[in-house]
């Protein structure tokens, strides 16, 4: 199996946050974790090692928390990514498959990209891949400079580049795939002779040549993967991009979307065809959509909510990891959270699961029967279980459990004063 390596200690200054970049999140997932994700989906990977420096406690918690098969090695200082890469050297002494090297602050990469990318390192029979981009503008991007019969020479930095090298579009992705018995020798042998004082792991190709090793590029199809997050205006421009590539997904397996423009729905959520989002919605997490569903005008779905076929979820309804069986209501208005809740159930307008205790901190759940029918502004309580075909009445706050076909209902008696008004006028 392959290892990678993730690069992710620099500062990310210009993010102007105390969190650290790649912690940094588009529909709740971290930049890093996005890169982890598609390395580990080619299924060609077993260990990760990501390079932290900067708030390194943080990246390190979030990652120990998240991924069992990813270890976190701190560099410190940071003397660029030659140096970045050469703090692994203890852990891979004596490993001599694969390894893969990427940016922690890539999010858009794809598991597909990193398959071709591979495999076309394997049936070139290199040593040493790059991948490199063609770029209209290939400014403070490294330089892919070829030798006259077009192979690999170099890779120049921008800062150190030649008039006639600057010219060059074709740049390096920092995407990189070597054959780590091999090349790992050139990382004991980098010097810091350059523009800016630090270990260029860039520097490894010419090495790699002048030591007859095998070195070729991998040109990348679509340039929005290697899109690098430096900024906010960076981080709102690739979540942008992911909820296009999402969108589109879904438009071509049959949902329909009625206003793209407004619809937000993150890579993790799973719709069947037939389903309408209406605009404005926020879907955000893992989440599961069912056939022939409404959701919205102007819902917003937090993840780990799953919907059967033609539930219907819609204006100014929050969900959060909450099941809904088949042909269940909630149209308007309400908070559902923590809850399962059963199928031909209605919801009505302003219903609030209260599962959240802040005094204890504690969360707890809600559970309604199948055929249930809460009323408009109710309040269930939890942790509360409301039975099959039991019908809680508006305005009621429930506090017990209501058992199978029963009704509920908390509400104060009504009190009709007749001639009230004119009295007081
Ligand atoms: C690097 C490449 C450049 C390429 C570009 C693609 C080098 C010398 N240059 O340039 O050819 O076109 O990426 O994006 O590699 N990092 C560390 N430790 C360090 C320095 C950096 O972990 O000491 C990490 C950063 O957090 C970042 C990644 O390495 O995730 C790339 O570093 P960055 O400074 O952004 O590289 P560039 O100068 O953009
Ligand atoms: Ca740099």
């Known amino acids: 199996m392959i290892k990678s390596i993730i690069l992710a200690a620099g500062k990310g200054t210009r993010m102007k946050s105390e969190t650290p970049k790649v912690l940094h999140t588009i529909f709740d997932k971290t930049l890093v974790g996005y890169v982890i994700d598609a390395v580990n989906n080619t299924g060609l990977v077993d260990e990760n090692f990501i390079i932290v420096g900067h708030q390194a406690e943080r990246v390190e918690d979030y990652i120990n928390k998240t991924y069992n098969n990813t270890k976190c090695v701190l560099q410190s200082p940071q003397l660029g990514t030659g140096h970045a890469v050469s703090m692994v050297l203890p852990y891979l002494n004596n490993f001599d498959g694969e390894v893969i090297i990427l940016c922690g602050d890539t999010p858009l990469i794809t598991e597909d990209t990193l398959k071709e990318f591979i495999s076309s390192h394997h049936s070139k029979n290199s040593d040493l891949t790059v991948m490199s981009a063609m770029f209209e ?71 790699a040549n002048e030591q007859g090793l095998k070195v070729d590029a991998y040109t990348l199809k679509n340039n929005d993967e290697i899109f690098g997050i430096n900024s906010k205006t960076h981080l709102a421009e690739a979540t942008k991009i992911l909820n296009q590539r999402v969108l589109q997904k879904h438009l071509d397996n049959g949902v329909t979307i009625i206003s793209p423009e407004s619809t937000w729905i993150s890579p993790e959520t799973e719709i069947e065809a037939d389903t309408v989002i209406y605009p404005s919605c926020y879907i955000t997490g893992k989440n599961k959509i069912g056939k022939n569903c409404k959701i919205g005008p102007f819902a917003h779905l937090r993840g780990d909510v799953i919907l059967e076929n033609n539930v219907k979820v819609g204006n100014f309804v929050e969900v959060k990891k909450t099941t809904i069986k088949s042909n269940t209501n909630a149209c308007h208005l309400s908070y559902l959270g923590d809850s399962e809740i059963g199928s031909g159930v209605n919801i009505g307008a302003g219903t609030i699961t209260a599962n959240y205790n802040p005094l204890t901190k504690v969360k707890s759940k809600t559970i309604i029967g199948n055929e249930v029918k809460i009323g408009s502004n109710s309040v269930l309580v939890a942790p509360v279980t409301i039975e099959e075909g039991a019908n809680v009445a508006a305005l009621s706050v429930i506090t017990k459990n209501i058992p199978s076909w029963a009704l509920a209902i908390t509400r104060a008696p009504l009190k009709i004063v007749e001639n009230w008004v004119k009295r007081v006028k």
């Open 137 to 207: 503008d290939p400014t403070n991007y490294g330089r892919i400079i070829r030798n006259d019969d077009d192979t690999l020479n170099s890779i120049v930095e921008e800062k150190d580049a030649t008039p006639a090298q600057k010219a060059v579009k074709e740049v390096n992705a920092g995407i990189y795939c070597l054959n780590w018995g091999k090349i790992m020798p050139a990382f004991g042998q980098l010097k810091s002779n350059n523009a800016q004082g630090e270990y260029y792991l860039t520097d490894i190709i010419k090495w």
